[in-house]
């Protein structure tokens, strides 16, 4: 069984870093393109960044460019989110997510594999 397995989160002050990393467990021979979404209290879950499985194409949300850098490691089947100048606003839960479809994990809805969420808190 094909899993996603995410590390990292926690409580960080306003202004430091996080960085987060997903792993895709389990014997597969697909090309997962990956990224983050994230799900902050009484909110809708939303899109955060997104890579595709060769890595040379990456897509953020508005919210986080510019300080968040996603990155894949194809050997390790690994993504990892860089999360600088975290803001108060920040704080969710993240969520990993894949699917051999750039463009549709990229748009949402229903994708493949869902990690089963990290939190991250950022105190003002």
């Known amino acids: 069984q094909v899993q996603l397995v995410e590390s990292g989160g926690g409580l960080v002050q306003a202004g430091g870093s996080l960085r987060l990393s997903c792993a895709v467990s389990?014997?597969?021979?697909?090309?997962?393109?990956m990224g983050w979404y994230r799900q902050a209290p009484g909110k809708e879950r939303e899109f955060v960044a997104g890579?595709?499985?060769?890595?040379?194409?990456?897509y953020y949300a508005d919210s986080v460019k510019g300080r968040f850098t996603i990155s894949k490691d194809n050997a390790k089947n690994t993504v990892l989110l860089q999360m600088n100048s975290l803001k108060p606003e920040d704080t969710a839960v993240y969520y990993c997510?894949?699917?051999?479809?750039?463009?549709?994990?990229?748009?949402?809805?229903?994708?493949?594999?869902w990690g089963q969420g990290t939190l991250v808190t950022v105190s003002s």
């Open positions: 389990g014997r597969t021979s697909s090309n997962y393109a």
């Open positions: 890579v595709s499985w060769s890595g040379a194409s990456t």
């Open positions: 997510a894949a699917d051999r479809d750039y463009r549709k994990l990229v748009a949402g809805g229903y994708l493949e594999l």
